[in-house]
């Protein structure tokens, strides 16, 4: 079993900036492929980024590539996104995922492990 925790969602300001992190712990850090998603009210959850075990392969979902990062500390057992140039529309509950598996996927069906999720709303 892999626990996952986030932390950092707030409100903010249209263009501002604010970094998730995603603490995992319990089965150490057996989760190769990482994901951030988000879902917002009235909508289905959907993929933002995925980050693979060693951090060197990263995938995004259109609406946030160039403005959000994923990255990944293994020895902290911690993923980030760093969200830049925030907009109102990236206003949603964020969630980590974790799955054992490697090759990186953009649906949640493919990821075994969620956190609860921590709100981010950025106000126009």
């Known amino acids: 079993q892999v626990q996952l925790v986030e932390s950092g969602g707030g409100l903010v300001q249209a263009g501002a900036s604010l970094r998730l992190s995603c603490a995992a712990s319990?089965?150490?850090?057996?989760?190769?492929?990482m994901g951030w998603f988000r879902q917002a009210p009235g909508k289905e959850r959907e993929f933002v980024a995925a980050?693979?075990?060693?951090?060197?392969?990263?995938n995004y979902a259109d609406s946030v590539r160039g403005r959000f990062t994923i990255s990944r500390d293994n020895a902290k057992n911690t993923v980030y996104l760093q969200m830049n140039s925030l907009k109102p529309e990236d206003t949603a509950v964020y969630y980590c995922a974790a799955d054992q598996e490697v090759v990186l996927r953009r649906s949640p069906a493919s990821y075994r492990y969620w956190g609860q999720g921590t709100q981010v709303t950025v106000s126009s």
């Open positions: 980050i693979n075990w060693s951090g060197g392969i990263t």
């Open positions: 319990g089965r150490t850090f057996s989760s190769n492929r």
